[in-house]
């Protein structure tokens, strides 16, 4: 369950944002969408625990993100939540499957054979060892959602996940990221302007 009350930002000399409250029950996913500069990636940084707001409350399941003591929320983050960003950054000495490695949780069991599983599955399987440099777009987004779904997150939020691709690539990234929410219990948040993707969701916030 993904819920939201009375959430405000404001960002430094810059705009002012309130926000809806968004109730999402466990096992249904969110499109947020909405013009550019509306505040879509303010909401997610807001959601994904990355930006505290002014006010206002954001529960994942039963914790709110904002009254934990901010080493507790960066521990919740790190194991309840996965971000797949607009523009990927990776450590650029590493190879992509370490990128994965430095991402994993203390005390997973198995971890190579989890992460060997999880690059096959997104198709990335012949680039672990590429430097991250040496990857293309597509792989390079890939990458992004197998390190946010590393250690099977509560949540998977992904920030315009489709914008530059075609149509083909458009799908197939939306298909993947919708398995492996399914495959990994997770509830996913898309915050998009690319309409293509709004078929694939019920539940839709227009900011
Ligand atoms: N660090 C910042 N400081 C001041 N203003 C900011 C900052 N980051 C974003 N903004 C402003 O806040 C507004 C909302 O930005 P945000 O990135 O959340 O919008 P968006 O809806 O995701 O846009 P887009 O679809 O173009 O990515 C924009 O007007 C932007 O210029």
Redesign the pocket.
């Known amino acids: 369950m993904i819920q939201t009350d009375k959430l405000k930002f404001t960002?430094?000399?810059?705009?002012e944002?309130s926000f809806p409250d968004i109730k999402v029950p466990s096992k249904e996913n969110l499109l947020i969408t909405?013009?550019?500069?509306?505040?879509?990636?303010?909401?997610?940084?807001l959601l994904a625990g990355i930006r505290r707001p002014v006010s206002g409350k954001v529960e994942i399941n039963d914790t709110s993100l904002y009254d934990l003591k901010p080493s507790e929320l960066d521990s919740f983050r790190g194991n309840n939540i996965g971000v797949v960003f607009?523009q990927p950054h990776f450590v650029s000495g590493l190879s992509a499957l370490e990128n994965i490695e430095i991402a994993i949780k203390k005390g997973v069991a198995n971890k190579s054979s989890h992460i060997n599983k999880l690059v096959k599955r997104l198709g990335i399987e012949n680039r672990a060892s590429y430097k991250t440099n040496n990857l293309s777009l597509g792989e390079k987004q890939r990458l992004g959602i197998a390190r946010a779904i590393v250690n099977k997150p509560q949540v998977l939020y992904a920030?315009?996940p489709t914008a530059s691709l075609d149509d083909n690539n458009a799908s197939i990234v939306m298909e993947l990221l919708l398995e492996e929410a399914e495959i990994n219990n997770s509830q996913l948040v898309c915050?998009t302007?690319d309409q293509r993707v709004k078929k694939y969701f019920k539940n839709e916030i227009d900011?």
Not at 34 to 45: A, E, F, I, M, Q
């Open positions: 960002y430094k000399d810059g705009p944002f909405g013009n550019s500069g509306v505040g879509k990636t303010t909401l997610l940084h607009q920030d315009e915050i302007h900011l």
